[in-house]
């Protein structure tokens, strides 16, 4: 199992571009979550998913888009970087089943917008 | 008042030395509580889950006090390997499983 993969690790991006981050599991886990972290703090849900075809907002949803079209992708959407957007981004999944709440996370993606 | 409070440290200690974290939350519904882990520009990983009677995993000992709203993480016989920051975790009730993060008490093991 390679667990949560993301690409790309480091991205660097204009103010106005777009981009798409990507996260994949291959551990067939219904709930997927998009957090940012800013440097020295925690970390912060934009959006999450609690199974195909389902998506909601989380604390700091504005800026960003999300798509669930299948269980195991769940791409982040930047429609209009903004240098606030400057950020770690992880992808996190977790399992339906159990009581533990146990998320599991990519290794991030690092992305400057100039 | 921030959902989840934390020392953020720095923490920084000799091998062999016994430290302890501790963190406050604000909502007396959360329903569950965790300590991560997460080194120098990686991801976050679960070290435990902590449970109303204490729990503990080797040299490490978490505590949850409901009535205080309050979570504590002792690690005993500290190793080099322990530098990190520990992140406390905290689970809203009806959360759909989200996790509300504090922003971390950072620890550097010193030889």
Redesign the interface.
């Known amino acids: 199992n390679a667990g949560v993969t993301q690409t790309p690790k480091f991205r660097i991006l204009k103010i106005g571009q777009s981009m798409t981050l990507q996260c994949t599991q291959d551990m067939n886990h219904n709930y997927m979550y998009w957090y940012r972290q800013d440097p020295g703090m925690g970390l912060k849900l934009i959006y999450y998913s609690v199974g195909a075809g389902i998506t909601d907002k989380g604390e700091v949803p504005n800026g960003y888009n999300v798509s669930r079209s299948t269980t195991e992708d769940f791409p982040l959407r930047l429609e209009l970087a903004a240098p606030s957007q400057t950020s770690v981004y992880f992808c996190a999944s977790s399992p339906i089943t159990g009581i533990t709440d146990t998320q599991y996370f990519g290794p991030g993606t690092r992305l400057t917008v100039l | 008042r921030k959902e989840?409070e934390q020392d953020?440290g720095p923490f920084n200690v000799p091998e062999g030395a016994t430290v302890a974290f501790n963190c406050t939350y604000s909502n007396s519904a959360s329903q569950?509580f965790?300590w991560y882990r997460q080194d120098c520009r990686?991801?976050?990983?679960?070290l435990m889950?902590v449970y109303s009677s204490g729990n503990e995993d080797g040299r490490f000992t978490a505590q949850l006090n409901r009535a205080s709203q309050y979570i504590s993480l002792l690690i005993r016989d500290s190793k080099l390997s322990d530098s990190a920051t520990y992140?406390c975790v905290v689970?809203p009730s009806g959360s759909?499983?989200?996790?509300t993060?504090?922003?971390?008490t950072q620890l550097t093991v010193l030889p």
């Open positions: 989840v953020p569950s965790f990686k991801e976050p990983k679960l889950s992140l689970t759909a499983r989200q996790l993060f504090g922003s971390g």
